[in-house]
């Protein structure tokens, strides 16, 4: 059973910085890409970014320059730093992988930008 748990969510004033750390465990089989969504107080979910296996990443608009993904595929994990928070990046984060054809979620971690 693939099990992904995230950690490092908290509170941070405007203009601080934290980092999301996704662990998975369970999986027989190699991980093809891992990623961050989130989805703020009465929003949908939105992509974040992402990371392929082969190191390619992505990122959503709202936060290119100021988020920066990263993985440690020996760990089977995956990471998100994050600089400049804003208020509007106050949200739940999720981890998200992709195991052959099936993906997979984590519990989730909050994280709000307030002073």
């Known amino acids: 059973q693939v099990q992904v748990v995230e950690s490092g969510g908290g509170l941070v004033q405007p203009g601080g910085s934290l980092r999301l750390s996704c662990a998975v465990s369970g999986s027989s089989f190699s991980i093809d890409a891992m990623g961050w969504y989130r989805q703020g107080p009465g929003k949908e979910r939105e992509v974040v970014a992402f990371?392929?296996?082969?190191?390619?990443?992505n990122y959503a608009d709202s936060v290119k320059g100021r988020f920066t993904i990263s993985r440690d595929s020996a760990k089977n994990a995956v990471y998100l730093q994050m600089n400049s928070l804003k208020p509007m990046d106050t949200a739940v984060y999720y981890c998200n992988v992709s195991v052959g054809s099936h993906r997979y979620w984590g519990q989730g971690t909050q994280v709000t930008v307030s002073s």
């Open positions: 990371i392929t296996s082969g190191g390619s990443t």
